[in-house]
């Protein structure tokens, strides 16, 4: 409600007092002219209008008010619902969030497995050609998340890349050159998630 509105309110029903005070004391004194009378009647008459106005003007402020806070309530609570929704989302993204990679590595560890379960009656060779199908699915599935190897033996040493382990004198290879893997390092879409651990040839030394 508008207080500008109440004070014009207070102000009208004060003023239609005052006026229906004094027309009723002229009455007690005798009685008015008829012109004044009619006056006093009017004026009256015209503040009962001012006040039926104001009175409908704040009955539809009220209304209006009462309009906005409803739709603020509704909002609100279309929001708090949003917003739980958004946390249990994010809440299940977080638990379940690696479900698929999980699932593709699933057969991968059925292959192994296998491979254990036939260990005992199966030959070497058997044995080496299943474990490196699964190397090879393994790897799929690393693919398919983005994740690749880094090149490394043969290749110039990488410092983003690569971790010297050791250093190998050669005359076989460059300086600098890797020449040995001891630990294969990976990346994520491009970003290194693990360098590789190598080994560095270097130029013999001379012998004096």
Do not use: C, W
Not at 68 to 80: L, P
Not at 97 to 104: A, H, P, R, T
Not at 190 to 200: D, E, F, H, K, M
Request: net charge negative; no cysteine.
């Amino acid at each position: 409600m508008s207080n500008d509105k109440v004070e014009q309110l207070k102000n009208v029903i004060k003023a239609k007092k005052d006026a229906e005070e004094r027309l009723a004391h002229s009455q007690d004194q005798g009685g008015l002219s008829p012109g004044l009378e009619d006056r006093y009647q009017a004026k009256l008459a015209e503040l009962e209008a001012e006040l039926h106005k104001v009175q409908s003007a704040l009955e539809e402020a009220e209304a209006k008010a009462k309009e906005a806070n409803e739709k603020f309530v509704r909002q609100y609570a279309e929001f708090d619902n949003f917003r739980k929704r958004i946390a249990k989302e994010k809440e299940e993204a977080l638990q379940y969030g690696n479900e698929k990679f999980v699932k593709e590595l699933l057969p991968i560890l059925d292959g192994l497995e296998q491979a254990l379960a036939h260990a005992e009656t199966s030959d070497k060779k058997a044995i080496v050609a299943g474990v490196e199908l699964v190397l090879r699915q393994f790897l799929r599935v690393l693919e398919n998340f983005g994740v690749t190897p880094v090149d490394s033996v043969g290749l110039p040493f990488d410092p983003h890349h690569h971790e010297a382990m050791a250093h190998h004198e050669s005359e076989e290879h460059a300086p600098h050159t890797v020449v040995n893997e001891y630990r294969r390092g990976y990346k994520m879409h491009g970003r290194l998630i693990r360098p590789s651990l190598v080994t560095v040839a270097k130029p013999p030394e001379s012998k004096s």
